[in-house]
């Protein structure tokens, strides 16, 4: 089974935000890089089923020379070989018609995603690689199972969930709970040093949305603090001041 | 030209999601002079989809066909782009739930259209220049995003546009686009709602509770103060990661993001993490015996104290509130 996952590099969760050319740009300055947490449940997720069914994992990544360390980690964390498409990542269209051309000519059996990045949080990849390709693709996914060409997805509902099935390829976005994520070890951290990390031209693709600005959100106010002793008057703040109960 | 605006149904219902995705695509054709038309995609019955024109639509699209009934989002996907080229529309409109998650995209894809998820207001139309805000960096910002293409995709978050009705009425017709069965990839096999729980991204109302529980035994409270409020119950990542509580609870900048009008957590410190996953609820009560607790910072309400102590005293003094 051959396995595409696709790694976004985002800035740690701890960052603090901030912007820079008058609100027009991510202030990167301090600012530590890491797998985007939902793909790396996706990378987690394919290294399992790659060693379950003798397949293999390529990660692909669409950025510039600064993404590599965060490459480099997840093929320490277990994949075999990478791609870095050498473009800066527009909007999800781009990142998108990029993965699709990567994948139209490398015949995958399932392409696993995070269900958004933590940046853009637009979740909109694995359904238009889905698109471009002409596959199913499921974009929030709770559990993976995979057997015989099937796979079976438990999806998140609105109060609940769906199970489907689909033939593979698909392309699915996975979330927590599909796989614990792995943290790599001395020996996958010395061999990922020497795994393949291809550097490929992106495909001629114009972006089709652009960030304007970016503003931090309002501040709130401060906190009326209530006595424990008191709380009819937190009801009461609630009822007449918040009027949310 | 016309507004699009696809019309996600529960088991045949709308949900209130579904009312404020209408009225956004009204409010939207409102600024473009032209019309709204809704779509919905399964067995949803007359009286139900007549309540559309109530919030605005013109008219509705109904197709229901028996393959239809569960969600297919390449299917679903192929229904809507049709639809939005037959009625030459130049925005579409659906909700940012889980489905639409999964089906926006496809939408977008097939109409070449630049598409913004989880929009939070009313996009800025100036002749050529389309701009609307959504969050980014997982909600510490607000990114005002141009949209270039012809043809716009928007999904509206759950509360985040209030639905309004119109009191006018809409025509109901029946559409049968031609579907490619290809487009039949996926089957349902099983649906699992629990129906006595209220629907976290959804809810308007939030009880969130964290470590200062102290483990999964002691959630009855937070359960019995979630039910007094009508609201749905979450909670912060450690309870999640240590299996106190399911993975769909989880709140935060990995777990779901929520708006709801009041957040009341427990328990919870506010790391950075949550907060972002929070920071957009209209109200936030913070119940925390630490003082110190960084959630106080973002809260509107506070109690300092034990939750053991304040929480069955906030139950009751609901109760005497709702019997009031």
């Not at chain 1, 320490?76 to 699709?100: K, P």
């Not at chain 2, 109530?54 to 996907?77: E, H, I, K, P």
């Amino acid at each position: 089974m051959k396995i595409l996952v696709c790694i976004s590099n985002v800035p740690d969760t701890t960052s603090k935000i901030t912007f820079t050319n008058e609100n027009t740009a991510f202030n990167t300055a301090g600012v530590q890089y890491i797998i985007n947490p939902y793909d790396e449940i996706a990378l987690s997720k394919a290294v399992d089923l790659a060693a379950a069914a003798s397949g293999s994992v390529t990660t692909i990544t669409v950025g510039d020379a600064s993404t590599e360390p965060t490459i480099r980690k997840a093929l320490a964390i277990g994949a075999d070989n990478a791609v870095r498409v050498d473009a800066t990542a527009s909007d999800a269209w781009f990142v998108a018609n990029q993965i699709a051309a990567y994948a139209k000519n490398n015949n995958f059996d399932l392409i696993l995603t995070g269900r958004e990045s933590i940046d853009y949080n637009s979740a909109q990849i694995a359904a238009m690689v889905g698109e471009l390709l002409h596959i199913p693709s499921v974009s929030i996914a709770k559990g993976v199972q995979v057997t015989n060409g099937q796979a079976s997805v438990e999806r998140e509902i609105e109060g609940g969930k769906e199970v489907l099935t689909a033939s593979l390829p698909i392309v699915i976005g996975t979330a927590e709970g599909v796989a614990e994520p792995k943290i790599p070890n001395m020996r996958g951290i010395m061999g990922a040093r020497s795994k393949p990390l291809e550097v490929i031209a992106a495909v001629a693709v114009d972006p089709l949305t652009t960030v304007k600005s970016y503003a931090t959100p309002p501040a709130r106010g401060s906190v009326t603090l209530v006595n424990e002793d008191q709380v009819d008057e937190l009801v009461n703040l609630l009822h007449n001041n918040a009027k949310v109960i | 030209m016309s507004v699009l605006v696809y019309i996600e149904n529960t088991e045949g219902q709308f949900k209130k999601s579904a009312f404020e995705a209408i009225s956004y695509g009204k409010a939207i054709a409102d600024q473009l002079q032209t019309e709204v038309i809704a779509i919905s995609i399964g067995t949803v019955k007359e009286d139900e989809l007549q309540k559309l024109g109530g919030y605005g639509a013109a008219r509705v699209l109904n197709v229901s066909t028996d393959n239809l009934s569960s969600f297919v989002n390449q299917a679903y996907a192929s229904i809507v782009a049709t639809a939005a080229q037959k009625e030459n529309a130049s925005v579409v409109v659906l909700s940012n739930t889980f489905s639409g998650k999964g089906l926006a995209p496809r939408v977008a894809t097939k109409l070449s259209a630049g598409i913004v998820s989880g929009a939070s207001a009313l996009p800025q139309i100036n002749g050529d220049t389309f701009e609307v805000q959504t969050s980014a960096f997982s909600n510490k910002a607000i990114a005002t995003v141009s949209i270039q293409s012809a043809v716009k995709v928007l999904t509206i978050n759950p509360n985040a546009f209030p639905s309004k009705e119109t009191g006018g009425s809409a025509t109901v017709e029946a559409y049968t686009p031609d579907i490619p069965s290809t487009d039949f990839s996926t089957t349902v096999q099983e649906i699992v709602r629990a129906t006595d729980t209220i629907s976290l991204p959804e809810a308007e109302i939030v009880v969130s509770a964290g470590r200062g529980l102290k483990g999964p035994e002691n959630w009855g409270m937070i359960e019995e103060l979630a039910k007094v409020l009508g609201a749905a119950t979450a909670c912060s990542k450690p309870v999640s990661d240590a299996g106190w509580r399911p993975h769909s609870e989880h709140v935060g900048q990995t777990g779901i993001v929520v708006s709801p009008n009041l957040y009341i957590a427990i328990g919870i410190s506010g790391a950075i993490q949550h907060l972002a996953g929070v920071s957009s609820s209209k109200t936030i009560v913070v119940i925390n015996k630490d003082p110190e607790a960084p959630f106080f910072k973002v809260a509107d309400y506070g109690i300092v104290g034990d939750a053991f102590v304040v929480v069955p005293k906030l139950i009751e003094a609901l109760k005497k509130h709702k019997g009031n």
